[in-house]
Structure formats: structure tokens, C-alpha cells
């Protein structure tokens, strides 16, 4: 099992660029994550997905949108990149998102925006 | 929400106990403690959580207070491979029941 993967896993954007980052999971969960965290913090939520067909803001959602495409993908889109933007993206992956749930993450996406 | 404290870094030699507290002082009956841990240019990763009883997995131990007002993780021996930040995080219904709420956590240095 390849767990989360995320592609890519570094870009770098000019202000105003579009881009689409890619999540995939392979262990059937019904959760879904996007987490980003900036140099020395640690991670906050941008959105997540309970389940297949739904998405919900998390703590830091403008400038950002996402798709749940299916069970296994779940993308996320900045429509015009700001500096502000530029982090690390996780995305993680977790059974049902109870309160004894682990989430998985992926190895994250680099992202400078310039 | 209720919040978790932990000392900014802590340093430990190799092959030695390693215990890393976490205070959490407004605990409400529902939560349970988690930890996680990021290795260096990596996502974190689920190391043990537990509600009210001391807790052992093939990672870590993690024993709680009687009053669930402080928690410690231990490490039984460390090596230079558990250097990592070592987040302590509360999940219940006194927190987002999605989100991992993580702090800026522990930063762990093992020296050989």
C-alpha cells in the first residue's frame, strides 16, 4: 500500500498563477484532509471532506477551494496564488474522523509562491 | 477549546528514556489525548493516544495523570531516528472533532 501520495511534491508559482494540488489515498477511508503549515507552526486545516460528496472550511479556507472527486481523491485548487500561500500542504486520510481516529498523512507539496 | 502545553524542546542522549510532558489543564471528560510526531521534512505520524489509563504500543508508552490534567509520553530508549517536533493534541467534543489542533509541539534532540 502506497498510504497518501501528493503530487508534486515541489512548485514554485508566480502571483496570480492557478494550481491544482493532487491527494490520493489507497486505504479506503472516508475521511479526507488538506492541512498547511508555514515555517516554525504547526499544521492547521484548511478543508476536509467527512465523506465522499461532502466538504467542509476548516480553520484557514480563503484562497482556497477543493474537490472531493471520489473516495480515494481529494484536490485541492488555488485559483490565484498569493505569497501568502507559500507553505507546506499535507493532505491526510483517516477512517471516519471520530474522536479515536487516526489520520495518515502524506509526504506534502512544497509550495513557494513568488 | 481546551489547549495543551508543551516545553518548546527538550534534548536526550541515545539509548536513554525520553519523557516529554504535555499539561492540559481544562481537559473536558470527552477528549482523548493524542500524539503525533513530524520527522524532519516529513508529514507527521500517529505515534499513541489514550482516554484515562496508561497506554503501551510498539512506539511509545503514554501514561496519564489520575485528574487527566497532564500527560507524558515516553520514549523507553531513544534513538537518533525519534528526533522529531512531538505534538500533543486534544480530540473531543471541547475540540473541532475533525481537525488536528497542533501547537508549534516539542522539538526533540537526540544526541549519540
Known amino acids: 500500500n502506497a498510504g497518501v501520495t501528493q503530487t508534486p511534491k515541489f512548485q514554485v508559482l508566480k502571483t496570480g498563477q492557478s494550481m491544482t494540488l493532487q491527494c490520493a489515498q489507497d486505504m479506503n477511508h472516508n475521511s479526507m484532509y488538506w492541512y498547511r503549515q508555514d515555517p516554525g507552526m504547526g499544521l492547521r486545516l484548511i478543508y476536509y471532506s467527512a465523506s465522499e460528496g461532502t466538504t467542509d472550511k476548516g480553520e484557514v479556507p480563503n484562497g482556497y477551494n477543493v474537490s472531493r472527486l471520489n473516495k480515494r481523491e481529494f484536490s485541492l485548487r488555488l485559483e490565484s496564488a498569493a505569497p501568502s500561500q507559500t507553505s507546506v500542504y499535507f493532505c491526510?486520510?483517516?477512517?471516519?474522523?471520530?474522536?479515536?481516529?487516526?489520520?495518515?498523512f502524506g509526504p506534502g507539496t512544497r509550495l513557494t509562491v513568488l | 477549546d481546551a489547549k495543551t502545553t508543551q516545553p518548546n524542546s527538550m534534548e536526550s542522549n541515545e539509548e536513554e528514556p525520553v519523557h516529554l510532558p504535555c499539561n492540559h489543564s481544562t481537559i473536558s471528560g470527552t477528549d482523548y489525548i493524542h500524539w503525533y510526531r513530524q520527522l524532519p521534512s516529513q508529514g507527521p505520524e500517529y505515534v499513541i493516544h489514550g482516554l484515562t489509563s496508561n497506554v503501551n504500543n510498539r512506539m511509545a508508552s503514554l501514561a496519564i495523570a489520575e485528574d487527566r490534567k497532564s500527560s507524558t509520553l515516553i520514549l523507553h530508549r531513544a534513538t537518533l531516528r525519534d528526533a522529531a517536533v512531538y505534538y500533543c493534541?486534544?480530540?473531543?467534543?471541547?475540540?473541532?472533532?475533525?481537525?488536528?489542533?497542533f501547537g508549534k509541539g516539542t522539538s526533540l534532540l537526540v544526541t549519540p
Open positions: 493534541i486534544l480530540r473531543g467534543n471541547s475540540n473541532s472533532g475533525y481537525a488536528l489542533n
Open positions: 491526510a486520510s483517516s477512517e471516519a474522523g471520530g474522536f479515536t481516529d487516526t489520520q495518515y
